[in-house]
């Protein structure tokens, strides 16, 4: 499975798995409009991630506990739900893509910007 899609081979029916961002970028890559290099990491790359660290069961656990009409219980899910993200391992296949491309970018600086799947819908 391919995690990584450059700007280049990105176009807007991939909204769906690179996001509303990433997905303009490869229109205006397209259209002519100078654009710098770079790629984005897509959401079977995010899906991968919690079914090998079981994090969406640990989510899933959260969520069905919260009272929606309470904002301290609604914060403190996120909350939860933050840290057990950025605890768990990231996917070692996941990453080597994520690297092989980032040496491809021979940057000093990047930019690096999230982009929601379902976020512009």
Do not use: C, W
Request: no cysteine.
């Amino acid at each position: 499975m391919k995690f990584i899609k450059t700007f280049e081979n990105l176009s807007k029916n991939d909204v769906g798995i690179a996001g509303g961002k990433g997905a303009s970028l490869g229109e205006m890559i397209q259209a002519g409009i100078s654009v710098p290099s770079g790629f984005v990491v897509l959401a079977p790359a995010f899906e991968q991630f919690l079914e090998e660290t079981d994090v969406n069961i640990e989510i899933d656990d959260i969520l069905d506990k919260i009272n929606h009409e309470d904002i301290k219980s609604v914060n403190q899910a996120s909350e939860e739900i933050g840290n057990l993200i950025l605890n768990a391992d990231f996917p070692k296949d996941v990453a080597i893509e994520v690297e092989k491309d980032f040496k491809k970018l021979n940057a000093e600086y990047v930019a690096v910007r999230s982009s929601a799947t379902a976020e512009d819908s």
